[in-house]
């Protein structure tokens, strides 16, 4: 009797050891998976950034001529502006591969461009950045031609100006390849407030991205 019951208590401590380590097993697969689920959530897919204009303000836009030897075309202006870019991504960083610029244009015509960051600056995951902008000139050159010249003096007559910020750069996200770039463009309808002036009512804008790259 005595052995028979020591043979049953060494098959209930063996039966006990196999369904611990059983146990253990599965939740070693169930933590591996989590892992691979969360890896592919954080890495495997590119959330893009989201990019507005938040305030803006323009107290002068001026149709200028010079003529040395050929008559030129010009804008004397000041345009300020508040732009923001997101990174939605929360876990992966972007690194500026190329120079990260917003170039204002009027009728398609690029005349200022501004930097807002330089190659190789990082822009950490989930954070947003708020670029505040102020630029002018006397007589930044413009290629209107006949038609941009008609266009601006419409605009120029109800004091409403549609005008364009292009943000264009390339980035490198954690842990992957490919470089990525970022173009967007964001249409503002800007109504002249002479300096002194109470600053007018705008808008927020969302600026609208270009299609994305495979992988990107």
């Given at each position: 009797m005595g052995a028979l019951e020591d043979c049953c208590d060494d098959c209930r401590c063996y039966s006990s050891c196999r369904d611990f380590w059983w146990c253990v097993l599965c939740l070693g697969i169930l933590a591996?998976?989590?892992l691979i689920v969360v890896l592919v959530a954080a890495f495997?897919?590119?959330r893009h950034v989201s990019i507005t204009v938040d305030d803006a303000s323009l107290t002068r836009l001026v149709l200028v001529s010079s003529s040395g030897g050929a008559a030129t075309t010009a804008l004397a202006y000041n345009l300020s502006l508040t732009?923001?870019?997101?990174?939605?991504n929360w876990a992966m960083a972007m690194t500026?591969?190329?120079p990260l610029d917003a170039a204002y244009t009027f009728d398609d015509q690029q005349f200022d461009r501004?930097?807002?960051a330089g190659e190789g600056d990082k822009h950490p995951a989930g954070k947003t950045r708020v670029y505040r902008l102020t630029s002018g000139s006397d007589g930044a050159p413009v290629a209107l031609g006949n038609a941009?010249?008609?266009e601006f003096r419409e605009q120029n007559a109800t004091g409403l100006f549609e005008v364009e910020v292009k943000v264009k750069g390339e980035v490198k996200y954690t842990a992957r390849v490919t470089k990525c770039a970022i173009e967007a463009t964001c249409p503002l309808k800007l109504q002249l407030a002479p300096p002194g002036t109470t600053a007018v009512v705008f808008q927020k804008v969302k600026c609208k991205l270009a299609k994305a790259e495979k992988n990107c």
């Open positions: 591996a998976v989590a495997g897919f590119v732009l923001t870019i997101r990174n939605r500026n591969t190329k501004v930097r807002l941009g010249e008609a």
